[in-house]
C-alpha cells in the first residue's frame, strides 16, 4: 500500500533560516499520527507545506500527497486537490471563519469551488455535513454567522467544512486545544471516526493526554526537527528522549496539589488547606449573582465562598457564565442581583467609588496578556503604572520596585525597556502576573491564565503561581475549561453549567465522587496520562 503521505528530508526556510530540517514521515489510510511539540517548533510549518502554503522556502527529497508529487505542484493544480483530497482543520475558528457571512454559505463555498451541484443540492449537501458532525439544529445554526456560534459550535463547522469535500488526508492543527474536555472530547470522536472510515489524520498538538486518545504513532518536534518517533505506547510509556520526558512531566494531570510540574520549579513542603475557622473572614463571598443580557440569563443564583490562601477551582464549558461571574466579581459587570464581599466588605453591586477603598486588594490575570496592555507601553512603565495606581509612567522613584516584581516573576529586570510584543507568550504572562501582584491584592482572579500556552510554558507559569501562592498567601479565584489544571492548582471546586453552579466542594470530593451528571461526564472526557 502506497502511504497517502510521504514526507523525506523536508526542508522549510524563511530569509535563509530553516524552520523545518529535515523531516520525514509517511502517513497511511486509516491512520493517525501525531506531530507534537511547543510552538516554534515547527508543526504548523511542516503541516502548511503539505497544503503547498508554508510561505516559505521548500525543499525535499521526496514530498507526497495524495500520491500527486508535491514539488511539482504548480497553484492552480494545488488549488484541485487543497480543500477536495487534502485538508486542514485550524485552531482559532473564529478566525477561520468570516464573521459576516452565515457559516452555511462558508461550507458551500467549498462545494461550489470543487463541484458542480446546483444551488439546492448544494444546500442540502451542507445541512447533512452539520448534522454529522453533530451540530445541534443545524438548520438554524448554517443560517447564522460564527459570532453566534459558541466554541465548540465554530469548531464543528470548521470539521463540517472540512469533510464535504470527501478528503483523503484531514490535517487536525491544535483544533482540541481551546475547548473544553466534553467537546474535544466529541471532537477528538469526530477524528476518531474519519480514521476508522480509512481517511489519514495527521494530528498537530502541543498536548499529549488527548494525543493518547487518537494516535497511533507520534512524532516529537523541536526546533524545526524531529527528535523522537515511534508508536503512541512507546513515546508515552517508554520515552527516550529528554525533551519528551519535559513534556511528559508537565501534564498536570494527577499531580499532586503543590508538586512541580516543571524541571525548573522551586520545591517547597506540601501545604494543606488550613482548617475552616467559622470566625475567620473569607477571602471572598459570592452570593447569588445573576446577570441576563438581551433577557438571556448568563448567570443564575451563583454563589461559594473563596477562605483566605485558598484556590477555589471554577470550571465549565464555553459560554457557562464563569467568565461573566469573574466580572461581576471584579466590578466590571454590574449583577441584576446579587453580591460580592471582598474581606468581610462589600463589593459589588456598590459603584466603582464606593469601592474605590478596596479595589488594590483584588486584581486579575487573563488569558490573553498582550490584549490587556497598553501597546504604546514598555514593561517598566506597565508596572509602574501598576505600582502608583495609575499616577505615573516614568517615576524613577519606582525603579527598584519594578526590578523586584520582575524578579518575583522570574523575569530579568533587563526587560523592563522592552516592549510586551517583544516578549515570549511565557514572558507576557509572567508580565501580566507581575503587574497583578504590584498592589500587592490578597485576590487574584484568574480567567484562563495558561489556556493558551504551551504545556512546558503552561507548567513553570502554574508552579511560579503556586510558589507565589506559598509566599505570599493570596486567594485564588482560578477559571479554567481545562480540568487537569483545575484537579492540580485547586484546594476547592465550583462547577458551572448553564449559568449555575451544580457543584462544588473540594477538590477531592468533586473529582473522586461526582455528584452531578454534568460534572460525571465533564471528568468521563476528562484525558488522563496517569
Known amino acids: 500500500m502506497n502511504p497517502l503521505l510521504a514526507v523525506e528530508n523536508l526542508c522549510v526556510s524563511f530569509a535563509g533560516q530553516h524552520a523545518v530540517d529535515a523531516v520525514s514521515f509517511e502517513l497511511n489510510a486509516g491512520e493517525c499520527l501525531a506531530l507534537v511539540g511547543e510552538s516554534g517548533s515547527g508543526k504548523s510549518v511542516t503541516a502548511r507545506s503539505l497544503l503547498g502554503l508554508s510561505g516559505g522556502r521548500v525543499s525535499a527529497e521526496k514530498l507526497v500527497v495524495c500520491q500527486e508529487d508535491a514539488l511539482t505542484l504548480t497553484e492552480p493544480a494545488w488549488q484541485k486537490i487543497r480543500g477536495s483530497s487534502v485538508v486542514m482543520i485550524l485552531q482559532d475558528a473564529l478566525m477561520a471563519l468570516d464573521p459576516l457571512r452565515p457559516v452555511g454559505r462558508e461550507i458551500e463555498d467549498v462545494l ?200 477555589l477551582g471554577l470550571v465549565g464549558e464555553s459560554g457557562s457564565g464563569k467568565t461573566t461571574t469573574a466580572r461581576m466579581i471584579l466590578g466590571l459587570e454590574r449583577p441584576d442581583a446579587g453580591s460580592v464581599t471582598l474581606l468581610g466588605e ?29 501597546p504604546r507601553y514598555s514593561v517598566g512603565q506597565i508596572l509602574t503604572d501598576a505600582l502608583s495606581a495609575g499616577r505615573s509612567k516614568r ?77 505570599t498567601e493570596t486567594s485564588y479565584l482560578f477559571i479554567s475549561h481545562d480540568l487537569s489544571v483545575i484537579e492540580h492548582m485547586s484546594d476547592l471546586v465550583a462547577v458551572m453549567y448553564q449559568g449555575r453552579i451544580v457543584e462544588q466542594g473540594s477538590t477531592a470530593e468533586v473529582f473522586g465522587d461526582p455528584q452531578h451528571e454534568y460534572t460525571r461526564s465533564l471528568l468521563t472526557a476528562m484525558p488522563r496520562l496517569r
Do not use: C, W
Open 112 to 311: 461550489k469551488e470543487h463541484g458542480t451541484l446546483n444551488r439546492a443540492a448544494r444546500s442540502t449537501k451542507v445541512l447533512e455535513a452539520l448534522a454529522s458532525v453533530d451540530l445541534p439544529d443545524p438548520e438554524r445554526r448554517m443560517k447564522q454567522r460564527s459570532t453566534q456560534l459558541s466554541g465548540g459550535m465554530r469548531q464543528r463547522v470548521l470539521i463540517a467544512q472540512a469533510l464535504i469535500g470527501d478528503p483523503q488526508i484531514v490535517i487536525a492543527d491544535e483544533a482540541t486545544t481551546a475547548l473544553d474536555s466534553r467537546l474535544a472530547a466529541l471532537v477528538l470522536k469526530q477524528l476518531a471516526a474519519l480514521k476508522d472510515e480509512g481517511r489519514a489524520v495527521l494530528m498537530i498538538s502541543h498536548d499529549l493526554a488527548q494525543v493518547a486518545q487518537l494516535a497511533d504513532r507520534i512524532a516529537v518536534m523541536r526546533s524545526g526537527k524531529i527528535v523522537e518517533s515511534g508508536t503512541t505506547e512507546q513515546i508515552l510509556n517508554h520515552p527516550q528522549h529528554e525533551y519528551t520526558r519535559t513534556l511528559l512531566r508537565a501534564i498536570p494531570s494527577g499531580v499532586p496539589r503543590f508538586a512541580p510540574l516543571s524541571t525548573k520549579a522551586i520545591t517547597s513542603e506540601p501545604r494543606q488547606l488550613p482548617p475552616t475557622d467559622p470566625d475567620a473572614t473569607p477571602a471572598l463571598v459570592v452570593e447569588n449573582l445573576s446577570k441576563s443580557f438581551s433577557r438571556h440569563p448568563a448567570v443564575i443564583e451563583a454563589g461559594f465562598v473563596l477562605p483566605r490562601g485558598s484556590t
Open 346 to 374: 462589600r463589593f459589588a453591586p456598590h459603584g466603582e467609588a464606593a469601592r474605590r477603598n478596596l479595589r488594590e486588594n483584588i486584581g486579575a490575570i487573563y488569558q490573553n496578556p498582550l490584549g490587556s496592555f497598553d
Open 395 to 471: 517615576g524613577s522613584g519606582y525603579k527598584d520596585q519594578v526590578a523586584r516584581l520582575l524578579e518575583q516573576v522570574e523575569l530579568d529586570p533587563d526587560l523592563s525597556g522592552r516592549n510586551p510584543r517583544e516578549l515570549s507568550g511565557g514572558q507576557r504572562q509572567r508580565l501580566a502576573i507581575a503587574r497583578a501582584l504590584a498592589p500587592e491584592p490578597q485576590v487574584l482572579v484568574l480567567d484562563e491564565p495558561v489556556s493558551a500556552l504551551d504545556v512546558s510554558i503552561q507548567a513553570t507559569v502554574l508552579d511560579l503561581l503556586d510558589r507565589l501562592q506559598q509566599e
